[in-house]
């Protein structure tokens, strides 16, 4: 199990890969809150996908995101390094998704 800091340190890093080039213009236009709960930590993310970027990034309560993610501290570190991608963890079921049909489809331009 990861701890609280190597999940806000992950969290940076998957913002920063959401940002890098190919993958910001296919997330161009898009403008959602998205939120990650980390399960095993009880830990839950906020922050705002637009524009190609993902920041506004905090740990706190607030309402419910437009997008949500569940997942455990330890696939959180490895979707950060490479070592997952998010298609095979949402499909293993190591990821959930909520998100409605459009932004899904959107998404899966990021798998």
Do not use: Y
């Not at 609280?4 to 940002?19: H, M, N, P, T, W």
């Not at 910001?24 to 705002?48: C, P």
């Amino acid at each position: 199990m990861a701890t609280a800091d190597e999940c806000k340190v992950a969290i940076g890093q998957l913002a920063a890969r959401f940002s890098r080039g190919d993958q910001a213009k296919r997330n161009e236009g898009m403008d959602r809150t998205v939120s990650a709960m980390i399960t095993d930590l009880g830990l839950l993310f906020h922050g705002h996908m637009h524009d190609g970027v993902l920041d506004d990034i905090t740990l706190d309560e607030a309402p419910p995101a437009q997008i949500r993610l569940t997942m455990s501290s330890d696939d959180l570190l490895a979707l950060a390094s490479g070592e997952l991608s998010l298609g095979s963890a949402w499909l293993g079921g190591r990821l959930k998704v909520h998100a409605s049909f459009p932004d899904m489809l959107r998404l899966r331009s990021m798998v």
